[in-house]
């Protein structure tokens, strides 16, 4: 990213000097739809980052631009609504938040721009909330501690984009780390860093450039179906709050009798919650291969048992699944369109590409577009 542009940019259209905080995006190893369900995810933040210039102004406005929908979007502090313009709800659902909070912060210019690719799953939106979170708490001097800002960030995707999301994806653009997956306990919010290792291998993004409509009401339908489940077991073992409590015998005897349909979505989730366990412990060990297989156990459980794949998510990681060099694939994030996330062998990364982009053209009529991604510091400021 070209930050001296950025910030030239911004004073051409603000006439300020503005200050510049950078969120990361995110991939995510291991952990699927396990967040919203008090289970573990494993995430890590990448070197493709949502950039925001901010500064404050004297009238209680918001002053927004965003440089990929090249559009403007004004409004007065006082009167935060819902905007038409879906990149500006990111933004004011967060100012909207701090205000709920009872933090006091002055109007602003908000320039945005970045390079993590939109509508692919790797968490622009999440990463331009964390933005705004932390610009606004810095300039205002408002000492919000970090998990904070991943909260405020999450719940505004709940309130002004009408996703109920789980905090996976706030929480790796805040508190991402170089060279470190993240482990995080959603339930309690303990978190620790495990050193992301790939001697000779490399984290490959196959993007299918789709984003099937149903992406977001399928997600909070999901989220209801374990819910539903979690309510069912809960008549019988009252102790359990949710599917991080719930075991498959639980499952077997309240769940299955009542609704198949509910009990493959559960059942989906209480094993991904005990693999991403077991993927840890591969990592550390740095045992890539079982790591791998484990992927692609995850990825069979998304997309057979928890139905949020699809076509061409399926046609990416039935490719690499017998090409030598390729540890392990899976789709990655809410589903229905995306990324696949892979672990490449150096050597082989380029000829895949080839291959695999070829095949997926041919098949789908659609652009594949790969990214070799690193892994990146979470939110901060850039000087
Ligand atoms: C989306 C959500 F925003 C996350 O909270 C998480 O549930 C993910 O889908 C699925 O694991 O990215």
């Known amino acids: 990213m070209d930050i001296k542009r950025l910030k030239a940019t911004f004073k051409n259209i603000f006439k300020a000097d503005p200050i510049l905080v950078k969120s990361p995006g995110r991939i995510n190893i291991i952990g699927e739809h396990t967040d919203y369900n008090d289970g573990f995810v494993m995430p890590a933040a990448i070197n493709k980052a949502i950039y925001v210039a901010v500064s404050k102004r004297d009238d209680n406005e918001i002053h927004l631009y965003s440089e990929s929908y090249q559009q403007f979007h004004t409004c007065s502090i006082t009167n935060i609504l819902k905007s038409e313009k879906g990149w500006a709800n ?55 501690a970090k998990m904070d ?56 993004l196959f993007n299918t450039n789709v984003k099937h409509s149903l992406s977001d009401s399928a997600y909070n339908e999901r989220r209801f179906q374990c819910e539903q489940g979690v309510a069912w077991v809960k008549e019988y073992f009252p102790d359990v709050n949710s599917l991080r409590d719930v075991d498959l015998i639980m499952l077997d005897e309240v769940v299955k009798p009542k609704d198949t349909e509910v009990y493959q979505k559960c059942r989906y989730v209480v094993e991904e919650i005990e693999r991403v366990g077991k993927a840890a412990e591969k990592l550390k060990s740095g045992d890539l291969t079982a790591l791998g297989q484990l992927m692609f156990a995850t990825h069979k459980g998304l997309s057979q048992a928890y139905e949020v794949s699809c076509n ?72």
């Open 90 to 144: 990111y933004v004011l659902g967060v100012a909207d938040q701090l205000q709920k909070r009872g933090y006091h912060f002055s109007g602003f210019n908000l320039y945005l721009d970045g390079n993590v690719p939109l509508g692919a799953g790797l968490s622009s939106s999440a990463a331009l909330e964390c933005a705004t979170a932390f610009a606004i708490d810095h300039l205002n001097n408002l000492g919000i």
């Open 149 to 204: 800002l991943a909260l405020i960030a999450q719940k505004a995707e709940h309130v002004f984009a009408g996703v109920n999301c789980g905090v996976m994806d706030q929480f790796a653009s805040v508190f991402g780390k170089k060279d470190q997956a993240v482990l995080l306990d959603c339930r309690s919010m303990q978190y620790q860093y495990i050193p992301l290792k790939l001697d000779g291998y490399k984290l490959v």
């Open 312 to 383: 061409e998510l399926d046609f990416l990681v039935d490719f690499v699944k017998n090409v030598d060099g390729v540890l392990g694939a899976r789709m990655m994030g809410g589903g229905f369109g995306g990324c696949t996330i892979n672990i490449v062998k150096d050597e082989k990364i380029a000829d895949l590409i080839e291959k695999i982009t070829l095949s997926y053209h041919k098949e789908f009529n659609l652009n594949l577009d790969s990214y070799v991604v690193e892994t990146d510091n979470g939110s901060e400021l850039v000087l």
